[in-house]
Every structure is written in C-alpha cells, then in structure tokens.
C-alpha cells in the first residue's frame, strides 16, 4: 500500500513497484496530489487515511505499507500547524494502528531533513542520523513526532527515509510554498525572474526523484528488525546562490532578486548519507546539473502539452 499514491513522489514509488510486477494499493485524498499521476494499475482508493476505514478494503495481505502521505511545506506548516500535525503526526499513527490490525510487519515512512532544524556548526555539513534533532519548523516537529512514535512499535519493523531537497519532473510546478528547486524553476520559466526568500548563502542537498524511488525501492527488499532512521541525499552541498545561477545559465535572461525569509528556514542541510548506502546499498549519482537539465526538458514538454496533466502541473 502507499499513501500519498497522487503525490510527486508517491506516484513515482507507485509507477516503479507497478514495474517490478507488484499489486499497489494506492490511497490519497486529492488535497495536493493529482488523480493524473496516479499510474495505470494502482487500485486506487480516494480518502483521508485518519477517516478511512482501510481494512474494509483489503481483499488481501500486505507485504509493506509506504506511507507518503502528508503536508510537505515547512512554510505552510508555520501558519496551519494543527493541519500539518494531523496530516503528518495523526496520519502515521493511523497507518501504525493499520499495520497492527491487518498484520502488516514492514512499515517504511517518508520523513524529512527538517528534523535535524538549525544544528552546530560542527555537524551541520554532514548530518548524520544518530546526532542531534532539534527542528526549527512545525513541519520538522511533527516528522520527528512520527519518526519517535514509529520507534515505539513494537508489532513491526519500520523505517525513516529523510528525504533532502527532492526534485525533478513530475513536480508541481504551480506550487511554490514547497521545494526550493520547483519553486526557482517555475518562477524563471513563467517570468523570467527569480525570487529568493532568504540568504543565498544557505546550504541544501538536492536529490533526483528517480534516486530517492530508487532508495525507496531498495527499503522494501531491505530486512530490519527494528526502527532506523536514514538520510536520502547525495551528501553534496549546493548554495542556494549557486543553484540559482545554474537555472539561469538553462534560462538566460533571467533576472534573481533577494529578500525576506520565509519562517523557520534551515540554514545548513547536507547529509551524511553512509548508513544509505551501506544498508540500501544506494547511492544517488544524478548531477545537479543533469537533474536540472532533464527536469527543464521535462517542463518545456509539458507546456507545449495542453491536453494532458500539464494544465494542472504547471
């Protein structure tokens, strides 16, 4: 089963698994996510997954839960943080309590690098999963609630994926309170001017979807017996200054611009990705200059494509 099954990168866990000859469930509630994405081959159940009653759908036994599901803006999480507790805390507890019921033993989350909030200088480079995790946001608050709730369960084994700076095509580009990357892509392509909310000098690691499916596809053949937290990055640092000139360079003429903060901003956010690669045995390889191209590409696509799912994602 994957929750967020209409989501940008829960849609993408759906199309590989669907590859690979599995039966997905899928379950989404349409809030974000675009019926569209959803592949061909899903058995598809629209819902919120804190009201639905999942197990009066299940015809049969699941092997995983991959719970997408969730609010993914540290942004709207500032002004709306009840929404963001239920949508990321409650809707985990909801999917554990699932898992209990139904006998499912393998339970893998999507978290996020906003845990680890505004840590020391000394560690801020290179974040590791067993360091300090102190969020600065409400949306790190309640990835780290679900995180240290899941560690609490005993009825099955489940896994963390701390995902960093995802990008790439298939993001929505009308977006622009979630994914730094979509966000200074979108603005450039729609008026040739870039805005940036805070310091160009901020740190991020930002990681090609086909890695992170890559890394979600080696979790549900990867066996462990307890809770584990996992860094899904490349491990290389990219200012935000340098990313919005690499755009720039793909669309001349475009114009950047500085100001205010969004609240609760990371400041550093690279990840030390060791424990990824030698438990998943993955590790991302996308450039970010060729991630940029590809999604670039893939944007001009879409527009030029009116009468598919590009009206509603750019």
């Known amino acids: 089963m994957v929750t967020g099954a209409a989501g940008f990168i829960g849609s993408r866990v759906c199309e590989a698994l669907i590859a690979e000859g599995h039966t997905v469930f899928g379950v989404d509630d349409f809030s974000k996510g675009l019926e569209a994405r959803v592949p061909q081959g899903v058995e598809l159940t629209s819902g919120d997954v804190n009201v639905l009653n999942l197990e009066s759908l299940m015809v049969e036994p699941l092997d995983a839960i991959f719970h997408l599901a969730g609010q993914s803006s540290g942004e709207y999480s500032f002004y709306h943080p009840i929404e963001d507790l239920q949508r ?3 809707s985990t507890v909801s999917m554990a309590q699932f898992a209990r019921s139904t ?7 999507a978290s996020s690098m906003s845990v680890y909030g505004n840590p020391p200088a000394s560690e801020a480079g290179s974040l590791s999963e067993d360091g300090l995790a102190l969020p600065v946001s409400n949306y790190g608050v309640s990835k780290l609630a679900a995180e240290t709730f899941l560690r609490a369960q005993t009825h099955m084994s489940s896994l963390s994926l701390r995902m960093f700076n995802v990008y790439g095509p298939g993001q929505n580009l009308k977006r622009l309170d979630q994914g730094m990357v979509s ?10 001017s870039i805005e940036v909310k805070g310091s160009k000098d901020r740190i991020r690691d930002f ?12 979790a549900l053949y990867f066996d462990f017996d307890r809770h584990l937290n996992l860094n899904v990055g490349t491990g290389i640092g990219s200012t935000v200054e340098s990313l919005v000139h690499k755009i720039k360079a793909l669309l001349p003429g475009t114009s950047i611009k500085y100001s205010a903060p969004t609240p609760a901003d990371q400041q550093i956010a690279v990840p030390n990705i060791d424990l990824l690669s030698s438990t998943l045995k993955s590790v991302p390889s996308t450039s970010l200059d060729d991630g940029l191209a590809a999604f670039l590409n893939w944007a001009h696509d879409e527009r030029d494509r009116p009468e598919s799912a590009a009206e509603e994602l750019y």
Do not use: C, M, P, T
């Not at 006998?103 to 989350?109: E, Y």
């Not at 966000?183 to 040739?192: R, T």
């Open 88 to 90: 990321n805390y409650q």
């Open 103 to 109: 006998g499912v033993r393998k339970f893998i989350h």
């Open 183 to 192: 966000i200074f892509l979108s603005q450039a392509l729609a008026d040739q």
């Open 207 to 218: 990681v090609f979807i086909d890695d992170v499916v890559e890394a979600w596809l080696r």
